[in-house]
């Protein structure tokens, strides 16, 4: 079993900057493809960003130039580096891991393990 949680949200102005760590335990998570997803109030979970074992990054457009997602095997987290927010990118963001040496997908269902979530708050 993996277990994720999520770290690194709050309340930021437009503008501004945020990173996201997710923080794994229980396996190593360097063979597997990581991701994140956010999900607004009344929206379904959206992807965001995804990332392969061998580093290959993946974005939703609307996050592309402003978001990076990233790794870091010896300390078993990825990272999830947010510039300039905008409102629109409010929601609670959550990481997941897949058992995949391939892509890491951008279904929910491509995913295996999930964590709990962090609120990402951005005011206008």
């Known amino acids: 079993q993996v277990q994720l949680v999520e770290s690194g949200g709050g309340l930021v102005q437009a503008g501004g900057s945020l990173r996201l760590s997710c923080a794994a335990s229980g396996r190593t998570v360097s063979t597997y493809a990581m991701g994140w997803f956010r999900q607004a109030p009344g929206k379904e979970r959206e992807f965001v960003a995804g990332i392969s074992f061998s580093g290959m990054s993946y974005y939703v457009d609307s996050v592309k130039g402003r978001f990076t997602i990233s790794r870091d095997n010896a300390k078993n987290t990825v990272y999830l580096q947010m510039n300039s927010l905008k409102p629109e990118d409010t929601a609670v963001y959550c990481c997941?891991?897949?058992?995949?040496?391939?892509?890491?997908?951008?279904?929910?269902?491509?995913?295996?393990?999930w964590g709990q979530g962090t609120q990402v708050t951005v005011s206008s």
């Open positions: 997941a891991a897949r058992e995949t040496l391939g892509r890491p997908g951008n279904r929910v269902r491509d995913y295996d393990y």
